[in-house]
C-alpha cells in the first residue's frame, strides 16, 4: 500500500473527525466521522464555510485564535465550540487545528481534529446551572443557611446568615461556627462533632430544635435549628438552617397578650349582657309587685274594714322595698350601659388581621381556607379596637364551628368603604346556612344554635357594634351564612 493511500485509509477510517480548511475558511475535505458528527452527507459538506457550520456566538473566538495561527503567534490552537448540524440541532466538539504547509500545495491550509464532547460538556453545563441554581437559592433564601465541615468550621454563609448575625462571610470562613453561639451552647458544640463522629448518634441532625445565638455585637436572640447531613468526596459537611425566633416571639407575645385582653372584654360583656338582660326581665316583675301593694291599700281602704296597723306597716314596708329594688336594678343597668370607651383612630385592615390570627389559631386542623380580601386606601376607623376584635373573632370562631361538617369549609373576610361614608365588614362561610326562624332572632339573648351555648354570643356582637353607632345583620348565601358590620370612619378620612 502507498504512503497516499495509506494515509487516506486512515483519514476516512479514523475514529475522530478530521477536515481540512483553507485560509479563506472553506472546508476542503472532511472524512466520514466529521460527517457523521455535522449530520451533512460529505457532498454537501464540501466547499461550505466553516463559520456557516459554528455557532454564532463562538465563532469570533475561534477566528481570534486562527489570526494568531497565521501570524506565526501560536503553532496551533484548541478550542471547544458548538457546531450546527444539518437538522439545526446543536453539538459541542473540540477542534484542535493547526497550520499545514504542503510543498506539493501552492497554499497552506488547516488540518483539524474535530472530537464530539457533547455529552461531556452539557453535563458540565448542566452541573454549572444546577450549581448556579443552587447558590442563587442559598443566596437568597430568607432564612439563614449555614455550611461546617465535620471539625466545625465554617464552609460557607448565606447573605440572611450574615444580616441576621452581623458578620460579613470573610469574617467567618475558616473560623469555628461556636463564635455565633453564647455559652453554654459554645463550649458544647465541639464535643457534640466528636461525639457524634464517634457514636454516630443524631441529637440534632435531622430533628428542628430552639436554641440561643449570638450576633457579633454580643446580643443574644433566640432561633430555630435545623441541621442537615451531607457526606461530599469522603468527607462530611453539616449544613444548619436557622429562623429567628425573636419576631414570632414578639407576636406570640402579642396575641397572647390580645388574647387575654379579649377573654376579659368578653367576659365583661358577657355580664354586662347578662346583668342587663337579667335587670330588664326582673324590673317588670318588681314594677307589678309595687302595683299589687298599692292596689291592696286601695282595696282595704275602699272596703271600710279598718285594717290592723301591723297590715299596714308589713305593706308599706313591702312596698318600700320593691322601690328599692327596683332602684337597685335601674341602677345595674345604668352602669352596665356603655358609653363611647376608650375610642381612637385604628387602621381597620391590621385590626382584621390580628382578631383573625387570634380567631384562627389551633382551627389548622378542620381544613379551612381562609381568603382575606382587604380593601386598601380606607380611612382609618374610629372605634374601641379590643371590642371590635372581639365581634371578629367571635364571627370566625361561629363560623368555623358551622362548617365542621361541610365538605368545602372557605372563610371570606372582605371590607370596604360603603356609599354613606361606613366602614362595612363581611365575614361569610360556607356552612349549610341558617333555617328562618332562626335568622329572624338571631341577635336576641340566650338564643343560640350550639348544644352547650348560652346563645349570649351574637347578643354582645350587636351591643358592641351598635355602641359604636352601627348595625349588624346576618343574610343567607347560595351556600352558608353572611354578617355584616359597619363602623363610624374619621369623619375628615371619607371622600366627599
Excluded at 496551533?76 to 446543536?90: A, L, M, N, P, W
Excluded at 363611647?340 to 382578631?355: F, V, Y
Aim: glycine share 8%; net charge negative; hydrophobic share 40%.
Amino acid at each position: 500500500m502507498t504512503e497516499d493511500r495509506r494515509f487516506q485509509a486512515v483519514f476516512e477510517q479514523a475514529a475522530v473527525g478530521i477536515k481540512q480548511v483553507s485560509l479563506d475558511g472553506d472546508l476542503l475535505d472532511a472524512n466520514a466521522k466529521l460527517c457523521e458528527i455535522l449530520g451533512w452527507p460529505r457532498e454537501e459538506l464540501l466547499g461550505r464555510r466553516v463559520a456557516d457550520l459554528t455557532h454564532p456566538e463562538d465563532d469570533a473566538a475561534e477566528q481570534r485564535l486562527i489570526a494568531r495561527v497565521r501570524s506565526g503567534d501560536l503553532q496551533s490552537y484548541t478550542v471547544e465550540k458548538r457546531h450546527v448540524r444539518r437538522d439545526g440541532g446543536i453539538i459541542w466538539v473540540r477542534v484542535t487545528s493547526s497550520l499545514v504547509h504542503d510543498p506539493l500545495s501552492a497554499m497552506p491550509f488547516f488540518v483539524s481534529i474535530v472530537e464530539d464532547v457533547d455529552a461531556r460538556i452539557k453535563a458540565q453545563l448542566h452541573l454549572a446551572e444546577r450549581e448556579a441554581r443552587l447558590r442563587t437559592i442559598f443566596e437568597t433564601a430568607p432564612d439563614s443557611m449555614i455550611v461546617i465541615d465535620d471539625q466545625g468550621i465554617i464552609q460557607d454563609f448565606s447573605r440572611a446568615a450574615e444580616k441576621l448575625f452581623g458578620y460579613r462571610i470573610d469574617e467567618v470562613l475558616g473560623r469555628n461556627v461556636s463564635i455565633l453561639m453564647p455559652p453554654p451552647y459554645r463550649d458544647g458544640h465541639d464535643g457534640y462533632l466528636r461525639r457524634y463522629q464517634k457514636t454516630g448518634e443524631k441529637r440534632i441532625i435531622g430533628v428542628g430544635r430552639i436554641v440561643v445565638g449570638k450576633r457579633r455585637d454580643g446580643t443574644v436572640f433566640p432561633m430555630e435549628l435545623a441541621v442537615g447531613e451531607m457526606p461530599w468526596q469522603e468527607q462530611k459537611f453539616f449544613a444548619g438552617f436557622i429562623r429567628d425566633l425573636t419576631e414570632r416571639r414578639e407576636t406570640e407575645k402579642r396575641l397572647q397578650d390580645l388574647q387575654t385582653e379579649l377573654l376579659h372584654v368578653g367576659r365583661v360583656s358577657a355580664m354586662a349582657q347578662l346583668a342587663s338582660a337579667l335587670a330588664h326581665e326582673v324590673n317588670q316583675p318588681l314594677t307589678a309587685i309595687g302595683n299589687y301593694l298599692q292596689a291592696a291599700r286601695r282595696f282595704m281602704a275602699v272596703s271600710g274594714v279598718a285594717p290592723e296597723d301591723r297590715v299596714v306597716e308589713a305593706l308599706d314596708k313591702a312596698a318600700a322595698q320593691t322601690e328599692r329594688a327596683g332602684q337597685v336594678v335601674r341602677t345595674m343597668r345604668a352602669f352596665v350601659k356603655k358609653g363611647d370607651g376608650a375610642r381612637r383612630p385604628e387602621e381597620l385592615n391590621s385590626t382584621i388581621e390580628e382578631a383573625c390570627a387570634l380567631a384562627m389559631a389551633g382551627q389548622n386542623d378542620l381544613g379551612i381556607t381562609l381568603r382575606l380580601d382587604l380593601a386598601s386606601g380606607l380611612p382609618m376607623a374610629m372605634i374601641d379596637k379590643v371590642p371590635v376584635q372581639q365581634v371578629v373573632v367571635n364571627l370566625v370562631r361561629n363560623a368555623a364551628e358551622a362548617m365542621a361538617d361541610s365538605p368545602c369549609r372557605e372563610l371570606a373576610i372582605r371590607n370596604w368603604l360603603s356609599d354613606d361614608g361606613r366602614l362595612a365588614v363581611e365575614i361569610s362561610d360556607s356552612g349549610p346556612g341558617l333555617a328562618p326562624e332562626i335568622l329572624a332572632q338571631l341577635f336576641q339573648p340566650f338564643v343560640t344554635t350550639k348544644a352547650s351555648g348560652m346563645g349570649m354570643g351574637l347578643s354582645i356582637c350587636r351591643s358592641i357594634v351598635n355602641d359604636h353607632g352601627g348595625s349588624i345583620r346576618a343574610q343567607p348565601r347560595s351556600s352558608g351564612t353572611s354578617f355584616i358590620f359597619d363602623l363610624p370612619a374619621m369623619p375628615d378620612e371619607v371622600p366627599a
